[in-house]
């Protein structure tokens, strides 16, 4: 079963308006991490921001912000002020515990075009 | 400055050849992983390491194989290549609750 869901293959957004991009998951696990990274043209994969699940804040990093709603088991990317340099695929990703330690699973990405 | 490197940045190989896939870091991060990245799927794990001699396989592990003889490399080797392994490999490290990854590789079995 698909343990992150992005449910948006394509979004655009306005230069300079906000945009939420969807993540949700599924783990039984109480403790577990949640992330977002951005790939641009060029390929190479950029964090930009983690929440915790004891964290009862909601992470910023900046123009990022992690909408976190534990109960609906939530966590989408809220990036405002959007900016040409934005367009990319963002990929929303999970820290999960096994027998072992700890490994990611990763959502399918949503692709962001912002227009001028 | 640390870092993570990966080579070749592109190869091109025919199917049943042996191919072997460079992750090198200097980090000397404990966590390891190697990832494939496909249309539709985002970043699937194929083999992942804890530390020196110790491997675990990922979700996509059938036809793969690591080893870890070093804190600083994991070469991630492609036993028989197939065409459905044509993909982006990105290799990665993880300290903390950061991940870090490389530039990827992009391999084509033709």
């Known amino acids: 079963a698909q343990k992150i869901t992005q449910t948006q293959p394509g979004m655009f957004v306005q230069e300079k308006e906000a945009v939420t991009l969807d993540c949700t998951y599924d783990t039984s696990d109480q403790s577990y991490g949640l992330f977002w990274y951005k790939q641009p043209s060029s390929g190479e994969m950029i964090f930009l921001i983690y929440q915790g699940s004891y964290d009862e804040q909601n992470a910023t990093e900046g123009r990022y912000s992690l909408n976190f709603q534990k109960a609906r088991k939530s966590a989408n990317l809220v990036i405002s002020a959007s900016q040409l340099g934005d367009s990319a695929m963002y990929f929303c990703a999970m820290r999960e515990v096994d027998n072992y330690g700890q490994n990611f699973v990763f959502g399918p990405g949503t692709r962001l075009s912002v227009l001028p | 400055d640390a870092e993570i490197t990966q080579s070749p940045r592109h190869k091109i190989t025919e199917t049943g050849r042996q191919v072997t896939l460079a992750c090198h870091q200097t980090?000397?991060?404990?966590?390891m992983f190697w990832y494939r990245q496909d249309l539709g799927h985002g970043l699937r794990l194929i083999h992942y390491?804890?530390?020196?001699?110790?491997?675990n396989k990922g979700e996509v592990s059938d036809g793969y194989s690591v080893s870890r003889s070093n804190t600083e490399d994991l070469p991630l080797t492609l036993e028989s290549a197939a065409s459905s392994q044509t993909s982006v490999y990105f290799c990665a490290t993880r300290t903390g609750d950061e991940q870090y990854f490389g530039p990827g590789t992009r391999l084509t079995v033709t």
């Open positions: 390491s804890y530390g020196v001699q110790d491997t």
């Open positions: 980090w000397n991060h404990n966590n």
